[in-house]
């Protein structure tokens, strides 16, 4: 497997914090409750493009490493969640780390996706 070569990332925008949900519409659409009130939530099918600025955090759901490639170039500035099934194969991780995700997460409950999406914020604003 290629590691992909991705642009830099700017500085993190200390105001309101965007997070594009890109996932079924029963998965994960609980997210918005875990996370930060004043956070904005939106998800892919109920976005067209211009609508909002661009994402500070990225959630993919059950993504490849191409779509995962796909959201760094598309969204350079943003960090990228890869958010796998809790059963999926250690490769299937190592995958989506090398295709350019910040973080992965092999988990069933969305307060658990919550949490490790607030600790990107969190490595982004140090």
Known sequence: MNIATLPRRTAFRFDRVTVLLVAGTSRLSDLPRHLPGDWLVVQRPQLADGDVRDPDIVVLDDPGPRAVSAACLRHPAAAVVAVLS?????????????????????????????????????????
């Open 86 to 126: 809790q059963y999926s194969d250690h490769q299937d991780v190592v995958d989506v780390l090398e295709a350019g995700a910040d973080a992965c997460v092999r988990a069933a409950t969305t307060a658990i996706v919550a949490a490790h999406v607030e600790a990107c914020q969190r490595r982004l604003a140090a």
